[in-house]
């Protein structure tokens, strides 16, 4: 069983950055890839960003890429995505998740654990 535990959400204006972290529980966390997911209201559920393992391989989507970088601390059991130049597009609520295997995977199903989610807004 995983534990993931999102922070660092908050209101911020566009152009602004913001860093999330996902705490994970277990002494595993080293042996999985990360993802980060987000959700606007009425829309289903992107992928944004993954790490492999080692943190070595890290993929992001086309709106991500350029503006979020994705970083993990093994020895913390924890998972970082810094946002830079936000947009209001930007907003939604911005979920980790515990990869499968060890490597990154660009969509939901590679994720078996899923944290309770961190609200962004990026103001106009």
């Known amino acids: 069983q995983v534990q993931l535990v999102e922070s660092g959400g908050g209101l911020v204006q566009a152009g602004g950055s913001l860093r999330l972290s996902c705490a994970a529980s277990g002494r595993t966390f080293s042996s999985y890839g990360m993802g980060w997911f987000r959700q606007a209201p009425g829309k289903e559920r992107e992928f944004v960003a993954a790490i492999g393992m080692s943190g070595g391989s890290t993929l992001y989507s086309d709106s991500a890429k350029g503006r979020f970088t994705i970083s993990r601390d093994n020895a913390k059991n924890t998972v970082y995505l810094q946002m830079n130049s936000l947009k209001p597009e930007d907003t939604a609520d911005y979920y980790c998740?515990?990869?499968?295997?060890?490597?990154?995977?660009?969509?939901?199903?590679?994720?078996?654990?899923w944290g309770q989610g961190t609200q962004v807004t990026v103001s106009s």
């Open positions: 998740a515990k990869g499968r295997g060890r490597t990154v995977v660009p969509n939901i199903w590679g994720y078996d654990y």
